[in-house]
Antibody
Framework: QVRLVQSGAEVKRPGASVKVSCQAFGYTLTNYHVNWVRQVPGQGPEWMGI????????NKSPKFQGRVIITRDTSTSTVYMEMSSLRSEDTAMYFC????????????WGQGTLVTVSS | DIVLTQSPDTLSLSPGERATLSCRASQTINNNYLAWYQQKPGQAPGLLIY???SRATGIPDRFSGGGSGTDFTLSISRLEPEDSAVYYC?????????FGQGTKLEIK
């Protein structure tokens, strides 16, 4: 069955960078785009961006342009989201997610990675 | 960006009643690509409805979606205690694929 397995929780200082991974199981990574969504505690989800693992092309929300890099490693079926210049407002749960064939909605989600930014 | 505004912020109903949640978009959502999710504490959101009115796999027919253009609704009939959750809408019509701020449904 399809699973998206994310890396563990991170604690970072303001100004640092963080790299979160999302490893795909149960399907061929290059067959589906992978999205990144974050959720600040007590707030709604926020779509960050998407990668096409087949060619590495990405599309990011303007809010995260210049501060977020999304990459993939097809040899390990893993997608990465790296965020730089972290600030306290970036403290959130970060999820990877993908659609299913013919479904415009996120059917499959990673378990989430809590990133805490604190001095 | 398309702004999705959900109402009400909180809805408190009794078991067996019907809930109607609203999601209004700041501009027309292309192809009515509007999805609804249910989120319980400590979990990722779970897909309920996509394409405004299609139920996701395994979702009971108590859940139904409707609307088009800029106005969409999620209806939940015969409420059960397990329906207590926060519900979000999301649009896939135009990047960035924005979410609403959520409606908290409480079952009394």
């Amino acid at each position: 069955q399809v699973r998206l397995v994310q890396s563990g929780a991170e604690v970072k200082r303001p100004g640092a960078s963080v790299k979160v991974s999302c490893q795909a199981f149960g399907y061929t990574l290059t067959n589906y785009h992978v999205n990144w969504v974050r959720q600040v505690p007590g707030q709604g989800p926020e779509w960050m961006g998407i990668i096409n693992p087949a060619d590495g092309n990405t599309n990011k929300s303007p809010k995260f342009q210049g501060r977020v890099i999304i990459t993939r490693d097809t040899s390990t079926s893993t997608v990465y989201m790296e965020m730089s210049s972290l600030r306290s407002e970036d403290t959130a749960m970060y999820f990877c997610a993908r659609v299913a064939t013919g479904v415009k909605g996120f059917v499959y989600w990673g378990q989430g990675t809590l990133v805490t930014v604190s001095s | 960006d398309i702004v999705l505004t959900q109402s009400p912020d909180t809805l408190s109903l009794s078991p067996g009643e019907r809930a109607t949640l609203s999601c209004r978009a700041s501009q027309t959502i292309n192809n009515n690509y509007l999805a609804w999710y249910q989120q319980k504490p400590g979990q990722a959101p779970g897909l309920l409805i996509y394409g405004a009115s299609s139920r996701a796999t395994g979702i009971p027919d108590r859940f139904s979606g409707g609307g088009s253009g800029t106005d969409f609704t999620l209806s939940i009939s015969r409420l059960e205690p397990e329906d207590s959750a926060v519900y979000y809408c999301q649009q896939f019509g135009t990047s960035p694929y924005t979410f609403g701020q959520g409606t908290k449904l409480e079952i009394k």
